[in-house]
């Protein structure tokens, strides 16, 4: 079966899958820098069609010029713009940063809200990178943040016939524990860019080819 078929409902493996992929990447840890949840939540925006290491060069010096939700509620546009030029559609970003952080002075007391439907209501904030605030930040785990790598995989390993990020994140939340959905994103991230890759992924060296219904060995 090609990596572009549908693969049939592969739920009922899931645990092992799980389980040989955790001990795989038993330290699957969170890439991003960050010190608080405001840091975070700009850190996760930033992210979007970015790559981790190059937002973590961004921001290891945005944090140092921009330090409260004030600083960046009163940043100039142009010049945000330019501060983080380098992780792409670069004016969108310092708009949705701008907003949020006047949009958390106004409604939230200064404080980044920690509420999926609070969150939600930030301009450039969407379920993902809720999910990633809230458990990263908070320690709440109210869902899964799906992004392409887990999309891809879900589909590969048999778990969603979905395309649509939340219902992707429905059947996963149907299928894995709830304390397991934080480590279950990154184990699935960390294996999507080492091994299952978009083009070309490497069956031959996956530990997981033996359940997957997409395996191409």
């Not at 921001?59 to 009163?74: G, P, Q």
């Not at 299952?196 to 031959?204: L, N, Q, S, T």
Request: aromatic share 6%; net charge positive.
């Amino acid at each position: 079966m090609t990596t572009q078929s549908r693969s049939p409902d592969n739920s009922k493996n899931f645990n092992q899958i799980f389980k040989l992929l955790q001990n795989e990447y038993p330290n699957a840890a969170p890439m991003l820098h960050f010190s608080n949840p405001l840091e975070l939540m700009v850190a996760t925006i930033l992210s979007a069609q970015c790559t981790d290491r190059q937002v973590n060069l961004v921001t290891k010096v945005l944090f140092k010029k921009y330090r409260s939700v004030e600083d960046y509620a009163s940043a100039d546009l142009e010049e945000l713009g330019k501060d983080i030029y380098t992780t792409g559609f670069y004016h969108q970003k310092a708009k949705h940063i701008i907003r949020s952080a006047r949009i958390i002075l106004e409604d939230y007391d200064g404080k980044v809200p920690n509420t999926m439907e609070d969150l939600l209501k930030l301009p450039g904030v969407g379920r993902k990178t809720a999910n990633i605030v809230l458990a990263r930040g908070f320690g709440i785990i109210e869902g899964i943040a799906v992004d392409t790598h887990v999309t891809r995989l879900s589909q590969r390993l048999g778990f969603t016939q979905h395309h649509d990020p939340v219902k992707i994140e429905k059947d996963l939340m149907a299928i894995a524990k709830k304390q397991e959905l934080e480590n279950l994103s990154m184990t699935l991230i960390l294996h999507g860019r080492n091994v299952c890759i978009a083009r070309k992924p490497k069956c031959g060296i996956c530990v997981v080819n033996e359940l997957c219904p997409s395996s191409e060995v």
